[in-house]
T-cell receptor, first 112, second 119 residues
Framework: GNSVTQMEGPVTLSEEAFLTINCTYT??????LFWYVQYPGEGLQLLLKATKADDKGSNKGFEATYRKETTSFHLEKGSVQVSDSAVYFCALLNQAGTALIFGKGTTLSVSS | GAVVSQHPSRVICKSGTSVKIECRSL??????MFWYRQFPKQSLMLMAT?????????EQGVEKDKFLINHASLTLSTLTVTSAHPEDSSFYICSAPIGSPVSSYNEQFFGPGTRLTVL
């Protein structure tokens, strides 16, 4: 079945550091891929997405490229801010196209 | 963006009692809503798909008689944890997709979650 594997956290960085959060998936075909972010005390919010191979999703300085060769969708940001501190979830759309399958989440903590 | 609310945000109950959690789409209609469960430091696990006007679809391993779902209207789905036990303590999250049909949805909007603690 479909599954998503994320790097375990927490990830602790200083402000303006480079961020990478690894995400790999197992799926039949080429599912749509997503990154969601959960800020403290809030619900999950869509950060970015890619619907086909080689697509690059981007938002708020974050980027992720859908790589079918490596079945990966790593999240990157060139310069993190304190306000980026949150839990990040990688997800894919299930085979039926009706629900999301999530990774375990990676907690990012950025200090000034 | 679209807003999904949940009520209550936190509930503590005694073992054996039932607890109802509401999920509302505030500015859009949702014929389908999803219920997830999140354990500490674990992923969100899909429990069931709530369908307006029809029975919910449960994921494998989820007891439908324990987790009762009612999609009463196009803006409200409820999850009732019946005869709750300490192992049911968890973070319950609902979501609603924008767009129809659901199979071609573009984005899900998530509620802030409900923390259930069963003593």
């Amino acid at each position: 079945g479909n599954s998503v594997t994320q790097m375990e956290g927490p990830v602790t960085l200083s402000e303006e550091a480079f961020l990478t959060i690894n995400c790999t998936y197992t799926a039949t075909g080429y599912p749509s891929l997503f990154w969601y972010v959960q800020y403290p005390g809030e619900g999950l919010q869509l950060l970015l997405k890619a619907t086909k191979a080689d697509d690059k999703g981007s938002n708020k300085g974050f980027e992720a490229t859908y790589r079918k060769e490596t079945t990966s969708f790593h999240l990157e940001k060139g310069s993190v801010q304190v306000s980026d501190s949150a839990v990040y979830f990688c997800a894919l759309l299930n085979q039926a196209g009706t629900a999301l399958i999530f990774g375990k989440g990676t907690t990012l903590s950025v200090s000034s | 963006g679209a807003v999904v609310s949940q009520h209550p945000s936190r509930v503590i109950c005694k073992s054996g009692t039932s607890v109802k959690i509401e999920c509302r789409s505030l500015d859009f209609q949702a014929t389908t809503m999803f219920w997830y469960r999140q354990f500490p430091k674990q992923s969100l696990m899909l429990m069931a798909t709530s369908n307006e006007g029809s029975k919910a679809t449960y994921e494998q391993g989820v007891e439908k008689d324990k987790f009762l779902i009612n999609h009463a209207s196009l803006t409200l789905s409820t999850l009732t944890v019946t005869s709750a036990h300490p192992e049911d303590s968890s973070f319950y999250i609902c979501s609603a997709p924008i767009g129809s049909p659901v199979s071609s949805y573009n984005e899900q909007f998530f509620g802030p979650g409900t923390r259930l603690t069963v003593l």
